[in-house]
């Protein structure tokens, strides 16, 4: 049975994986339908992602997890250094992914390959970086922790909950949340395959 931090990390790196996928399916219908994508339900997606997965499930995993590991597994070190620069990587990338994204609702067609390409380069960021958690932290964390690292890193990982692992979200972010569900399709949402693409052509 997975720790409570573990639990969480991995229904968090789960919850992430499905918005960009969601994203990256908007994304790539609106091309294919000479559209212009969903901004609305891109930029919550996005928005998402810098409130959650950058500034609360990173932090908690360089600022707990891996401080913890530090400690106990040496022999971590250079794993877990790459990771917490890809961490203040990721920060920076997110802020030229929301520019991009601006860009091409307000400039057009000019600035969609721009955007289409950040958004492949980080969707693909994502996916190597939590593969990389997946595959050599997570067993070195079972291997290496203690039960009162346990406790610290349970406390920590359960104060905050991402709501797309199932918690219901803060009153601040209920109307995020709600327009994500609505208007993002599957996996995340409940909105139509094909987004809600405008009449205007990309």
């Known amino acids: 049975m997975n720790p409570t931090a573990l639990h969480v990390m991995l229904k968090e790196h789960q919850a992430l994986s499905a918005v960009l996928r969601s994203m990256s399916m908007l994304v790539s219908q609106a091309r294919q339908q000479n559209q212009r994508p969903d901004f609305n339900a891109l930029r919550a997606m ?27 597994a040496p022999q971590m070190q ?32 000019p600035r ?8 492949a380069r980080h969707t693909r960021f994502y996916v190597e970086h939590m593969a990389l958690e997946e595959r050599e932290i997570v067993p ?35 109307a995020l949340f709600q327009r994500i569900v609505l208007e993002a399709p599957a996996p995340v949402g409940l909105g139509p395959a094909r987004g809600k693409a405008s009449q205007a052509g990309a």
Do not use: C
């Open 140 to 174: 070195a964390l079972r291997q290496h922790l203690t039960p009162e690292d346990w406790a610290e890193a349970n406390q920590a990982f359960d104060a905050h909950r991402d709501p797309l692992t199932g918690h219901p979200p803060a009153p601040e972010y209920q």
């Open 46 to 72: 996005l928005f998402y992602i810098d409130e959650f997965p950058e500034r609360l499930h990173h932090a908690h995993e360089s600022q707990v997890l891996f401080p913890l590991l530090r400690k106990r």
């Open 112 to 119: 969609r390959e721009d955007f289409e390409h950040l958004l």
């Open 78 to 109: 250079t794993t877990l250094d790459r990771l917490d620069l890809q961490h203040h990587a990721g920060e920076m990338a997110i802020r030229d992914l929301e520019h991009a994204l601006t860009a091409y609702e307000f400039m057009g067609s």
